[in-house]
Nanobody
Framework: QVQLMESGGGLVQAGGSLRVSCKAPRDILSVFNSYVMNWYRQAPGKQREFVASITSPHTTNYADSVKCRFIISRDNSRKMIWLQMSGLKPEDTGVYYC?????WGQGTQVTVSS
């Protein structure tokens, strides 16, 4: 039973932009509102790493590697979060995962070509 569903990945050239989305269709609205939501990513052959988080209300935190390039946002009424990525680099390539507590989505692939 899928609890977090990512979408929006794809192939983009270096310097380009992409937005990935995550929805939590099974969450009760009031419960979703209480969660800190996170984005992680995993590049081939590397460990999964933190990318960004957002509380409710909207306090955000970013990994140093993506600061000033990525923006995390959420819409509690839609039980969704997004990661707007700009100035993409080949090293941003990986599977991007939505997360809250111990729950992970299936991931969406982002590939940045040089």
């Amino acid at each position: 039973q899928v609890q977090l569903m990512e979408s929006g990945g794809g192939l983009v050239q270096a310097g380009g932009s992409l937005r990935v989305s995550c929805k939590a269709p099974r969450d009760i609205l009031s419960v979703f509102n209480s969660y800190v939501m996170n984005w992680y990513r995993q590049a081939p052959g590397k460990q999964r790493e933190f990318v960004a988080s957002i509380t409710s209300p909207h306090t955000t935190n970013y990994a140093d590697s993506v600061k000033c390039r990525f923006i995390i946002s959420r819409d509690n009424s839609r039980k969704m979060i997004w990661l707007q990525m700009s100035g993409l680099k080949p090293e941003d390539t990986g599977v991007y995962y939505c997360n809250r507590k111990a729950v992970w989505g299936q991931g969406t692939q982002v590939t940045v070509s040089s």
